[in-house]
């Protein structure tokens, strides 16, 4: 079921992407340091946006005005993503020492044409999120390296976008295999699977109770950075929620020579801790 859906869904973009013309790094780039300014103003008008954009925080469409971008941030540490063959960026925000604390994570589409942002939306986690803890994510973030593949060392697209998505039917199937490298790290909420033993393989997710069909992926993808970062539900996970439900979650990986160095993972609860 999932590779069908995923089989599909490589169609779609193959079709969507003949039409949607590239953007530079350099303009996405752009539009990523211009979220970061926006955020920690609390002023989404310092991005360029165009007059449709649309914005939604945990799959909930919102007025901009409202959403958690229009309140003043202090932002401890980011890194971003860039996609110019689908013209979209991402940022992770890590918000420690803000008044209110949060990690956020934000995917926009761009127009190729005037470089102007259309669609924002955002993983926003903060205190009762899944094992959230901001001071915990900025201590590790800072410890990783994320740095430019060396152009000779880059997987593709298709390489990063498959480990991405085998780490994610892994969850639903515990037989099926995933690329994870001998040093492999995961960034849960603000837990370090890597605390103990940074060069390890820490990343073997545990067999769940009941298949985790996380569904409804939307990527944005860096060859340079070897990283994608995938939108995706995360079912069974809130006790309150009929199991088959989704909350919102999303998980940015680094793949290293085709392997899986490092997955940030943040998820949204609906009572503290998802009642777990
Ligand atoms: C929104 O505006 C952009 C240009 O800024 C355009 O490329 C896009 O097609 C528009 N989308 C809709 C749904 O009208
Ligand atoms: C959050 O993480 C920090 C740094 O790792 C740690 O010192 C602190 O005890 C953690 N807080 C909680 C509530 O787990
Ligand atoms: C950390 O893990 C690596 C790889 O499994 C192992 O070779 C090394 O001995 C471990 N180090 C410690 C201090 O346990």
Same mark, same amino acid.
């Given at each position: 079921?999932?590779?069908?859906? !995923? @089989?599909?869904?490589?169609?779609?973009?193959?079709?969507?992407?003949?039409?949607?013309?590239?953007?530079?790094? @350099?303009?996405?780039?752009? %539009?990523?340091?211009? #979220?970061?300014?926006?955020q920690a103003a609390g002023q989404p008008g310092l991005? +360029?946006?165009? *007059? +449709? %954009?649309?914005?939604?925080? +945990?799959?909930?469409?919102?007025?901009?005005?409202?959403? %958690?971008?229009?309140? !003043?941030?202090?932002?401890?540490?980011?890194? *971003?993503?860039?996609?110019? %063959?689908?013209?979209? @960026?991402?940022?992770?925000?890590?918000?420690?020492? *803000?008044?209110?604390? #949060?990690?956020?994570?934000?995917?926009?589409?761009? @127009?190729?044409?005037?470089?102007r942002v259309t669609a924002i939306e955002s993983v926003?986690?903060?205190?009762?999120?899944?094992?959230?803890?901001?001071?915990?994510?900025?201590?590790? !973030?800072?410890?990783?390296?994320?740095?430019?593949?060396?152009?000779?060392?880059?997987? *593709? &697209?298709?390489?990063?976008?498959?480990?991405?998505?085998? #780490?994610?039917?892994?969850?639903?199937?515990? !037989?099926?295999?995933?690329?994870?490298?001998?040093?492999?790290?995961?960034?849960? /909420?603000? $837990? #370090?699977?890597?605390?103990?033993?940074?060069?390890?393989?820490?990343?073997? $997710?545990?067999?769940?109770?009941?298949?985790?069909?996380? /569904? +409804?992926?939307?990527?944005?993808?860096?060859?340079?950075? /070897?990283?994608?970062?995938?939108?995706?539900?995360?079912?069974?996970?809130?006790?309150?929620?009929?199991?088959?439900?989704?909350?919102?979650?999303?998980?940015?990986? &680094?793949?290293?020579?085709?392997?899986?160095?490092?997955?940030?993972e943040i998820t949204v609860c609906v009572t503290a801790?998802? /009642?777990?």
């Amino acid at each position: 079921m999932i590779h069908l859906h !995923t @089989a599909l869904f490589g169609i779609s973009l193959g079709l969507v992407s003949q039409v949607i013309a590239e953007c530079s790094r @350099a303009t996405l780039q752009e %539009v990523t340091a211009a #979220y970061v300014r926006a955020q920690a103003a609390g002023q989404p008008g310092l991005l +360029n946006l165009a *007059s +449709n %954009v649309s914005y939604a925080e +945990n799959d909930t469409p919102m007025d901009i005005k409202t959403g %958690v971008i229009s309140q !003043t941030i202090t932002i401890d540490f980011s890194r *971003s993503l860039h996609d110019t %063959v689908e013209c979209a @960026a991402f940022t992770e925000i890590t918000a420690a020492t *803000s008044p209110h604390p #949060y990690v956020i994570h934000t995917r926009m589409l761009v @127009a190729a044409a005037d470089g102007r942002v259309t669609a924002i939306e955002s993983v926003v986690t903060d205190e009762g999120d899944w094992v959230f803890n901001a001071t915990g994510h900025l201590y590790w !973030t800072q410890q990783e390296n994320w740095n430019p593949i060396p152009a000779d060392q880059r997987d *593709s &697209r298709e390489t990063i976008q498959a480990a991405a998505d085998a #780490y994610l039917d892994q969850w639903a199937d515990s !037989t099926l295999p995933v690329p994870l490298g001998t040093s492999c790290a995961r960034l849960e /909420g603000g $837990m #370090y699977t890597g605390e103990r033993n940074a060069s390890a393989n820490t990343c073997r $997710m545990p067999s769940f109770p009941t298949p985790i069909l996380a /569904g +409804n992926r939307r990527y944005v993808i860096d060859e340079a950075l /070897g990283a994608v970062d995938v939108f995706n539900g995360f079912p069974w996970l809130e006790r309150t929620l009929p199991p088959e439900e989704a909350v919102p979650s999303s998980n940015m990986v &680094r793949v290293e020579r085709g392997l899986i160095r490092y997955v940030h993972e943040i998820t949204v609860c609906v009572t503290a801790r998802c /009642g777990r």
